[in-house]
């Protein structure tokens, strides 16, 4: 069993920045991949963004070159930095984990959510 405890996010203006946080405790969580997702209001949870157990990246286009993912396994925290931010970023943000070592974009694969963090980008 894996908990999953998110901290960051909040409110930001349009361009500024905001870092997203996931401090995982129970089973070793770097052997996981992890996830970034958001929901807008009336819309579909949507992949954001993903870390593979290896540290490979993977990023939705809506992010890509805005957003880092990262990882301290020391910490079993992943970590979701997020660059130049735009109204359309509002949502809450989940991170998730995966019993697997390969990132997916489909949420439906991960097993593991994070309690879900309000970021607002307001113009």
């Known amino acids: 069993q894996v908990h999953l405890v998110q901290s960051g996010g909040g409110l930001v203006q349009v361009g500024g920045s905001l870092s997203v946080s996931c401090a995982a405790s129970g089973r070793t969580f770097s052997n996981y991949a992890t996830g970034w997702f958001r929901q807008a209001p009336g819309k579909e949870r949507e992949f954001v963004a993903a870390?593979?157990?290896?540290?490979?990246?993977y990023y939705a286009d809506s992010v890509k070159g805005r957003c880092t993912i990262s990882r301290d396994n020391a910490k079993n925290t992943v970590y979701l930095q997020m660059n130049s931010l735009k109204p359309e970023d509002t949502a809450v943000y989940y991170c998730a984990a995966r019993t697997v070592a390969l990132v997916n974009i489909d949420p439906n694969t991960y097993a593991y959510w994070g309690q879900g963090t309000q970021v607002t980008v307001s113009s």
């Open positions: 870390i593979s157990w290896s540290g490979t990246t």
